[in-house]
C-alpha cells in the first residue's frame, strides 16, 4: 500500500507539469486496461490477443471525441494545446481502422467465441449514441467497469478459500471505501454544477481531475495486470 501510495504521488508530480501529456497517457493507459481480458478471450497468438485487447479497451475513450462539440472542448480544456482535440480524434480514427480488422478477421468470423467483447463494444456504441460523453462514460465506468471489478476480486477471493482480512474488518473496509467515493462524488457533483461564471476556475478544476485520474491510473494498471490471471474464472497457482 505504501508503494502504491508513493507510485500515485510520483506520477502526479510528474504529470502535473504538462497536463496535456496527463490526458493523453490516461486515454492510453484505459484503453489497455479497459481491454484485459480476464480469459473472456484467449486467440491462440499473442497479436490476435492484443488487437481485441486495443479494440474493446479504446472505445470508451477514443469514441469520446467524436461527439464533442469544438465549441464545448474549446472553454473546458484551454491549458491543451491547440490541436489536442484533432490529435486526440486521430487516435480515434487509428482505433475505428483497428476495429475493422478485428471486425473482418475475427468479431464477424467468430462471433460466439468473441461475444464478451461485442457485449462491451455494442454497450459503449449505445451509450455514446444516446448520452452526452461525459455521462456515457461515467456509466460505463461506474455502473459497469468499477462494480464487475469489485466483483472479479471478490470472486477470486471465495475461489482460493482465503481471505487476507476478516470477516468484520473486510466490511469495515467496504463501508469506508465505499463512504469515501460517495463523498468525493458528491463533492465532484457539487462542483460541476456551480454556476459558470468562472470558466477559467472550472477548466483548472477539470485539468487536476485528469492528472488525478492519470496518477492513479498507472499503479492501478500495474497492480491489475499482475494480477490479472488470478481475477480470470479459472485460475490455477500452479
Not at 464533442?68 to 491543451?80: A, C, K, M, Q, R
Not at 452526452?132 to 470472486?155: D, N, Q
Not at 496518477?215 to 499482475?226: D, E, S, Y
Request: net charge positive.
Amino acid at each position: 500500500a505504501g508503494l502504491y501510495l508513493l507510485a500515485v504521488l510520483a506520477v502526479g508530480a510528474t504529470l502535473s507539469l504538462n497536463p496535456g501529456a496527463a490526458l493523453f497517457a490516461l486515454i492510453a493507459m484505459s484503453a489497455w486496461h479497459f481491454g484485459e481480458g480476464y480469459g473472456r478471450w484467449a486467440p491462440t497468438r499473442p497479436v490476435l490477443q492484443i488487437l481485441t485487447r486495443v479494440v474493446v479497451g479504446g472505445a470508451p475513450v477514443l469514441l469520446f471525441p467524436w461527439t464533442v462539440p469544438e465549441g464545448t472542448s474549446s472553454p473546458l480544456l484551454p491549458w491543451l494545446s491547440v490541436g489536442a482535440l484533432q490529435a486526440w480524434r486521430g487516435v480515434g480514427l487509428l482505433w475505428l481502422a483497428l476495429f475493422f480488422i478485428w471486425f473482418a478477421l475475427f468479431g464477424l468470423p467468430q462471433p460466439r467465441a468473441h461475444r464478451y467483447a461485442w457485449a462491451e463494444l455494442v454497450g459503449v456504441g449505445l451509450l455514446n449514441l444516446s448520452l452526452s460523453p461525459p455521462m456515457a462514460f461515467a456509466l460505463y465506468f461506474g455502473a459497469y467497469h468499477a462494480p464487475v471489478h469489485i466483483w472479479r476480486v471478490w470472486r477470486s477471493g471465495l475461489d482460493r478459500r482465503s481471505a487476507t482480512l476478516p470477516g468484520p474488518a473486510l466490511w469495515w473496509a467496504i463501508a469506508a471505501v465505499a463512504a469515501l467515493t460517495i463523498l468525493l462524488g458528491t463533492m465532484l457533483w457539487k462542483s460541476l454544477h456551480e454556476p459558470t461564471a468562472q470558466p477559467a476556475g472550472f477548466a483548472d478544476s477539470v485539468r487536476w481531475l485528469i492528472v488525478a485520474l492519470a496518477a492513479l491510473t498507472l499503479p492501478h494498471l500495474v497492480l491489475i495486470g499482475t494480477c490479472a490471471r488470478m481475477l480470470s474464472p479459472v485460475w490455477n497457482p500452479d
